[in-house]
């Protein structure tokens, strides 16, 4: 059972690491968003691509939700005494993932494998592939004007009105040779629980991408990321709320209307399920709340059920 895995953060690497613990390395790819990619202090910041890199190596902040587990702020306090923007916070540990990826870089890398490097150095063995190798970059558009998505998120924290989001270079940036290959390869496709408008969008939106999912010949399976009409981690309920989004399960469904055979919802929001299935997607109610890691493991247990190749 060959895998793809679509995501963005920290719902995304939650349910892929829940995968990587049932599946074999050769049995999964995560393609992962970089429309949230920026650059701070020279350098190239992959927020979604080191979320679940983190993860999967077992090094990631879970108070934080972002970043290392024992993380410190020096090298940040420094920048600032120089003079630098600091509302971005970039641990002292984390700085060298970004120095070690904008070098291979400037080097001549593409980001897959600048993303590869860094993963198999912190002793990932399942594929981390971010979407594409070129940029893309996610634009908020606010009732203050447009933000860029690090600005909205972290340094405005998502208070201007969002009206939409512009992915800014989605339309001809080639989706990456190894999310191709993988696209191509996949025995089953799987939506992680993240934010359907700024994590799975951008991936939606590169050149063929949206067509080869909706042509997908094998199961796809999504698991919502709205439980109880709220969003586990996260803007998501809160923009979809101010696009005029119904802010709950029903409302994802409707927005991966044809990209999904397959839809699991929480237990809470089981009185859905007939909505759901009205959508065209079939409903299956789930524990979806991934807390420790048997939950990861057991959602990622009936994902894979769903996916025909039960582990
Ligand atoms: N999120 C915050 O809310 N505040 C931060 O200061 C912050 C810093 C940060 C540094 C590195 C990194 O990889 C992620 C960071 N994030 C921060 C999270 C990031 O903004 C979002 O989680 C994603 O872009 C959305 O998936």
């Not at 005494?81 to 641990?91: N, V």
């Not at 063929?208 to 999912?213: E, K, N, T, W």
């Not at 009409?229 to 998501?236: E, H, I, L, R, S």
């Not at 089981?270 to 109610?285: F, I």
Request: aromatic share 4%; with cysteine; net charge negative.
């Amino acid at each position: 059972m060959r895998l793809l895995a679509i995501a963005g953060g920290v719902g995304g690497a939650k349910l892929a690491l829940g995968l990587a613990r049932l599946l074999p390395p050769d049995d999964l790819r995560i393609v992962v968003n970089t429309g949230d990619d920026e650059t701070f202090h020279g350098l190239h910041v992959s927020p979604d691509l080191d979320t679940v890199t983190y993860t999967l190596a077992g090094l990631s902040n879970e108070e934080m939700g972002w970043g290392l587990a024992g993380e410190s702020f020096r090298a940040l306090e420094a920048l600032g005494r120089l003079g630098a923007d600091t509302w971005f916070r970039l641990g002292d540990l984390d700085l060298a993932t970004h120095i070690r990826r904008t070098d291979l870089l400037r080097q001549g890398a593409t980001l897959t494998e600048a993303t590869r490097e860094i993963a198999s150095r912190l002793g990932v063995r399942h594929a981390v592939v971010p979407m594409s190798d070129e940029p893309v970059r996610t634009i908020a558009l606010t009732d203050e004007g447009e933000l860029a998505f690090q600005d909205y998120f972290v340094r405005r924290r998502c208070e201007p009105r969002i009206a939409g989001v512009r992915l800014d270079g989605a339309e001809y940036a080639a989706p990456s040779p190894a999310f191709t290959a993988a696209l191509a390869e996949a025995d089953a496709i799987v939506f992680c629980p993240s934010n359907p408008l700024v994590s799975v969008g951008p991936i939606l939106a590169l050149p063929g991408v949206r067509a080869a999912i909706e042509g997908f010949g094998g199961p796809r399976i999504g698991v919502s990321p709205i439980v109880g009409g709220t969003a586990v981690k996260g803007p998501a309920a809160n923009m979809m709320a101010e696009l005029g989004e119904e802010v709950s399960c029903v409302g994802v469904a409707r927005r991966y209307a044809g990209l999904l055979d397959r839809f699991v919802i929480d237990a809470v929001d089981a009185a859905h399920a007939d909505t759901v299935a009205q959508l065209g997607v079939r409903p299956h109610v789930a524990n979806t709340l991934m807390t420790t890691e048997a939950d990861k493991v057991a959602l990622a247990r009936e994902v894979l059920a769903l996916a025909g190749g039960a582990a």
